[in-house]
Antibody, heavy 118, light 107 residues
Framework: QVQLQESGPGLVKPSETLSLTCTVS????????WSWIRQPPGKELEWIGY???????NYNPSLRSRVTISVDTSKNQFSLNLSSVTAADTAIYYC????????????WGQGTLVTVSS | DIQMTQSPSTLSASVGDRVTITCRAS??????LAWYQQKPGKAPKLLIY???SLQSGVPSRFGGSRSGTEFTLTISSLQPDDSAIYYC?????????FGQGTKVEIK
């Protein structure tokens, strides 16, 4: 059973870079497709970006200039960097699996709350 | 971006009721729609994909359908465990987008 776990700082200062890691256990990260999705408190879900098996990526145009998703297959992890954060980036950040490259998500991490505040 | 509009925002129903949630896409998305259930403090759970395909392990009281750009999630007999927020997601084209959610409450 594949499990996902997000980790990273819960508090980030404005203008700094938010960095999160998703650790995958119970399966190889190279076997699936992955995404980061966020949810501001009390609001709807927002797709951030996608990591293909090949290692290529695709990002939400609204965040593209600030987002980088990368993978470390040796650690079975993938990461999110979001630069120049503001209070609007305060959200629960989820990593999620796309089993077959169909672009919906069948397995999610528990989520981690990141607050942007000085 | 494709806008996904859900209705109602909140509904309250009794155990055993048939419940219907609607999601309308701002343009054609074929059948590329998923439904998720989210309980407080938890991650979303996939219920339905490709508009009407039931995810493995999801109770058969959940069903999905499509009519043009309007999609429906139906709970045939509402159970206490179904109290949650339900979201639709289109995956026809980037960026993938979600509806604003429908909160289902048990009377």
């Amino acid at each position: 059973q594949v499990q996902l776990q997000e980790s990273g700082p819960g508090l980030v200062k404005p203008s700094e870079t938010l960095s999160l890691t998703c650790t995958v256990s119970g399966g190889s990260i190279s076997s699936y497709y992955w995404s980061w999705i966020r949810q501001p408190p009390g609001k709807e879900l927002e797709w951030i970006g996608y990591l293909y098996k090949s290692g290529s990526t695709n990002y939400n145009p609204s965040l593209r200039s600030r987002v980088t998703i990368s993978v470390d297959t040796s650690k079975n992890q993938f990461s999110l960097n979001l630069s120049s954060v503001t209070a609007a980036d305060t959200a629960i950040y989820y990593c999620a699996r796309d089993l077959n490259g169909d672009y919906f998500f069948d397995n999610w991490g528990q989520g981690t709350l990141v607050t942007v505040s000085s | 971006d494709i806008q996904m509009t859900q209705s109602p925002s909140t509904l309250s129903a009794s155990v055993g009721d048939r419940v219907t949630i609607t999601c309308r896409a701002s343009q054609s998305i074929s059948n590329w729609l998923a439904w998720y259930q989210q309980k407080p403090g938890k991650a979303p759970k996939l219920l339905i994909y490709k508009a009407s395909s039931l995810q493995s392990g999801v109770p058969s009281r959940f069903g999905g359908s499509r009519s043009g750009t309007e999609f429906t999630l139906t709970i045939s007999s509402l159970q206490p465990d179904d109290s949650a927020i339900y979201y639709c997601q289109q995956y026809n084209s980037y960026p993938w987008t979600f509806g604003q959610g429908t909160k289902v409450e048990i009377k």
